[in-house]
């Protein structure tokens, strides 16, 4: 029997943001503001999900320096077991660094995540209990092809991938594995690579996620920005849904925030209209924080935000 917990497999990051106040001025020092806080596509997604009062548990490598302390320290304090962290020497702890506009869309980013190669198909092994055992499995395409191609040929068919492609060079990495993913969230650019299709057009759009259902996914969410998300599954069923738009703060965590609210909704057992409206909602509340996770997250902000959305 499964126990009840999320498990998420990929990076753990110190995230440092800037926001300029004007257009940005390449080559010179633009005045804004500045952030830094905890992050990584696949530790936010499971403190969201720890936010929402679901048990978390995440595979990741830090290391022995101040950011890898920090990032466990805050981690722990919000609710994700890392028992199973590998800890490594004389390495630096992954970080990101985001440039974001005066709107506070990401202009430029930065990313090194060269630690999470120590998560290898030996250390995978070493905690397959913990592996199998989960009730989902959120896999970050940063892993090494060795990483994928072990957890994808070994445990698909015990607990249900999701996947988030992040990035249009992770998406050809994972292209290869749709047969084995469960759940995807590709936003347009990486739901052209994934499926090999043009995506202009709602009609492309989806086109390409029937190529990507072909190939064993069961179910697709295409994010469309402040359009909201193009839904489609391996029953044919299709639905796209948006909110009102809101006032952008940061972009950076929103689609990790949604990604935590279909995986919330999904392992409920919610309708998929059901499912979407959590998933907006989460987006929605991470968008108007500075953080990358907003620490109004919650089941109460995301039904408030739903009841104002149905006026």
Known sequence: MKNDY???IGAANIDISGRSKNSVVMRDSNPGFMAVSIGGVTRNVLENLARLGYS?????????????????????????????????????????LCVL????DMFVAISDMHIVNNITADYLRSVSDVIK????????PCLSEEALDYLCHNYANKVEIFCDPVSTTYAKRIKKYLPYIHTIKPNKLELSILSDHPTDGQQ?????????????VRQVFVSLGKDGCLYYDYLGNCLIKAFKEIE??????A???????????????????KTLDYAL??????????????????IEKIEEIISKERG
């Open 6 to 8: 999320i498990l998420g």
């Open 56 to 96: 978390t548990k995440i595979i990741t490598a830090i290391g022995n320096d101040y950011y890898g302390k920090a990032i466990k320290e805050y981690s722990v304090n919000a609710g994700i077991d890392f028992s199973d962290v590998l800890t490594v020497e004389d390495e630096s702890s992954s970080t990101y």
């Open 101 to 104: 506009d005066e709107k506070g």
């Open 133 to 140: 055992e989960a009730r989902v499995m959120v896999l970050d």
């Open 204 to 216: 492309n759009k989806i086109e390409a996620c029937k190529i990507l259902i072909e190939k064993g």
């Open 248 to 253: 952008m703060v940061n972009a950076s965590g």
């Open 255 to 273: 689609g990790d925030s949604f990604m935590a609210g279909v995986i919330y909704g999904y392992v409920n057992n919610f309708d998929i209209e």
């Open 281 to 298: 909602a989460a987006g929605a509340i991470a968008i108007s924080s500075q953080s990358t996770i907003n620490p109004e997250m919650g």
